[in-house]
């Protein structure tokens, strides 16, 4: 059998825009091998984008709702009470289950992309399809072995733990906790639901997002974790992220083409709206500073304030070239927002909510192109001041020229499309 004959299930979580450029990128890349391809989706505001990237898909109900994923992003940012349960009864995981096997009975995969939409962790499993699954590379277990995994600043909610409390005891602490049964209690209507289709319980992430094979679309002098100490079954791709097919607006090359410091700033889809309000704030006290930013779906742009002639504010654009005429972007962590930044070689200053944006940030911190404030942390001064320490120090932008050559060396895409082929293929054969 040839690649051209295979035909791919794509899954993603169509609320989260990390998990869904990647997911849909991927499959650009899969259709563009010959094989056919097609993706089902559980609802989600970004799905619209698949059928602009000529992917045929199909809609499957019942949806999880924008309100539960609000839930589920303030669950992953321990925002929520630690064990607050998923949004979701265990009679919608079956019946999203139960969608998801009637679709690939009909459509008869060779293999299924997953994605983070989590009914597939109960669907694949039971229909015994070959499943890949696509995570950062906090989920890979030898990244929490060997203590990587810092405990997430939203977790210190009081002194000792922010300031008393040694970082190597939360390290031990939070290994503990994610190896074990971290996840019991928000996948209890899960685990439910598993036990419907004759599974056994999953009680941590690593396990709740682990596939037959596993792809990381990262790069060791990204994450920290060199290739060679990598969990059997997981596999570096390298970066992947959305290229958005959108013009640079008028409005963001000319506050872009004042004299000044640049600044990209976006919290992604999962930055808590008051954050980005502080931080926007207080970029917009120096005049020397020209904003631009991005909003996504965390709130409406007018509520940032009026744009001016050195401020501009929309949804979405095409962060890949405005990080590039961008000298500092501040961003929250994610993946892909990273990854767009050491593509585009520039300078970042990240606060994360959530454990794998830290560690996204710590691990281009250490590589010497970005600073890390807490989330406890973040305000007017401290802000600007790390702000004002990219702009003297030139070390910052010339660590980021370093990796932005290694990044742009390597074809994620491509990568991960080449590893999800063979593993199909010597399945078959």
């Not at 973040?378 to 050559?405: F, G, P, T």
């Not at 060396?409 to 010597?426: C, E």
Request: charged fraction near 20%; include cysteine.
């Amino acid at each position: 059998m040839n690649v051209a004959d295979l035909k791919w299930a794509f899954f993603s979580y169509g609320h989260n825009l990390g998990d869904f450029t990647r997911a849909l990128e991927t499959a650009k890349g899969m259709k563009a091998t010959g094989a056919t391809v097609k993706f089902f989706n559980h609802g989600g505001v970004h799905n619209h984008l698949i059928a602009k990237a000529g992917i045929n898909e199909l809609d499957l109900q019942p949806e999880l709702t924008w309100e539960q994923h609000q839930i589920i992003m303030d669950i992953n940012r321990y925002k929520a009470k630690v064990g607050t349960p998923l949004p979701v009864s265990s009679e919608q995981w079956i019946k999203m289950a139960e969608a998801d096997l009637e679709a690939l009975k009909e459509y008869k995969p060779d293999g299924v992309y997953a994605g983070l939409n989590l009914s597939c962790m109960i669907s694949i499993p039971y229909a015994k399809l070959p499943m890949v699954t696509q995570v950062p590379t906090v989920n890979c277990p030898a990244f929490i072995h060997k203590g990587m995994y810092n405990m997430p600043n939203t977790m210190e909610r009081n002194f000792f733990m922010r300031y008393v409390l040694p970082d190597f005891i939360k390290r031990i602490i939070i290994k503990k906790v994610l190896l074990s049964d971290s996840a019991k209690a928000s996948l209890t209507s899960f685990n439910e639901a598993r036990k419907h289709f004759g599974l056994k319980p999953i009680y941590n992430i690593t396990d709740l997002v682990r596939g037959d094979i596993t792809l990381l679309p990262d790069l060791p002098i990204l994450s920290g974790l060199p290739e060679e100490d990598l969990t059997q079954g997981y596999h570096y791709t390298g970066p992947i992220f959305s290229m958005m097919d959108m013009p640079v607006s008028d409005e963001i090359k000319k506050v872009f083409s004042r004299p000044g410091t640049n600044i990209f700033c976006s919290l992604g889809s999962s930055g808590f709206p008051e954050t980005l309000k502080t931080i926007v704030a207080a970029l917009r006290k120096v005049k020397d500073y020209n904003i631009v930013c991005s909003t996504t779906t965390i709130l409406n742009p007018e509520e940032l304030g009026p744009n001016t002639d050195n401020f501009y504010a929309c949804k979405f654009l095409p962060a890949h070239l405005v990080n590039e005429m961008a000298d500092i972007a501040v961003l929250h962590g994610g993946q892909g927002t990273i990854q767009t930044a050491t593509w585009a070689g520039t300078p970042v200053i990240g606060i994360g909510f959530q454990a794998e944006q830290q560690a996204n940030i710590d691990g281009i911190a250490k590589s010497g192109m970005a600073i890390r404030i807490p989330i406890f942390s973040v305000s007017e001064k401290r802000i600007l001041k790390a702000v004002d320490k990219l702009i003297k120090d030139k070390r910052y932008k010339e660590s980021a020229l370093k990796i932005q050559a290694q990044v742009r060396a390597v074809d994620g895409v491509k990568r991960s499309v080449d590893l999800m082929n063979k593993f199909i293929l010597n399945k078959i054969e």
